[in-house]
């Protein structure tokens, strides 16, 4: 089955630790992204990367960090520096950068 | 102005019903529209492009307008299973903009 797989479904960060998110695409997808979403709000582009070993910074980057190594995958780490982690946060993945994305079932990540 | 806007709703409608949502964009230059509709809790999942032509999916119509850069998407014959957040997305020329959604309930 091809798709987008993000994991773990539910995470829990305690304060000033760095955590991360994992986000795998079996697609042959070049374009990956994760997003951001607040309860009853928009998404908000945190990174976004076009190729392998190449990624650009989104609309809310500071506090979160990222890494292309491979084509299938495309992990988040949100960092100590971000100070109000708690959201759903959407992985995404395309052809080409303005083609159709489509998402991961999602990550909720919750401050203890 | 936002590149990308939306009426928030709710839009309550009964089962059966007609309802049809507008969405603004910026960018004259776009080329690439999509409608996603999203699940309380849920990823955004694609309902359908949306092609110069205007485009049609069972009771789903798409409609682009550039003139006045917006795009619709027309329901009919609502069912409850519509129910949902349904977001309109543009591209900037490098990258998509999701709008903020707009939120449909209907009712028995």
């Known amino acids: 089955d091809g798709g987008i797989t993000q994991s773990p479904k539910y995470l829990f960060r305690k304060e000033g630790q760095n955590v991360t998110l994992s986000c795998e695409q079996n697609?042959?997808?070049?374009?990956m992204y994760w997003y951001r979403q607040d309860p009853g709000q928009g998404l908000r582009l945190i990174y976004y990367s076009q190729i392998v070993n190449d990624f650009q910074k989104g609309d809310i980057a500071e506090g979160y960090s990222v890494s292309r190594e491979k084509k299938e995958s495309f992990p988040l780490t949100v960092t100590s520096a971000q100070k109000n982690p708690t959201a759903f946060y959407l992985c995404?993945?395309?052809?080409?950068?303005?083609?159709?994305?489509?998402f991961g079932p999602g990550t909720r990540l919750l401050v203890l | 102005r936002k590149e990308v806007e939306q009426d928030p709703g709710p839009f309550n409608v009964p089962e059966g019903a007609t309802v049809a949502f507008n969405c603004t964009y910026s960018n004259s230059a776009s080329q690439s529209f999509f409608w996603y509709r999203q699940d309380c809790r849920k990823e955004p999942k694609l309902l359908m492009s949306v092609y110069s032509s205007g485009n049609e999916d069972g009771r789903f119509t798409a409609q682009l307008n550039r003139a006045s850069q917006y795009i619709s998407l027309l329901i009919r014959d609502s069912k409850l299973s519509d129910s949902a957040t349904y977001l309109c997305v543009v591209d900037n020329t490098d990258k998509l903009i999701f709008g903020t959604g707009t939120r449909l309930q209907v009712f028995p």
């Open positions: 995404a993945s395309s052809i080409g950068v303005i083609e159709t994305q489509y």
């Open positions: 697609l042959n997808h070049d374009a």
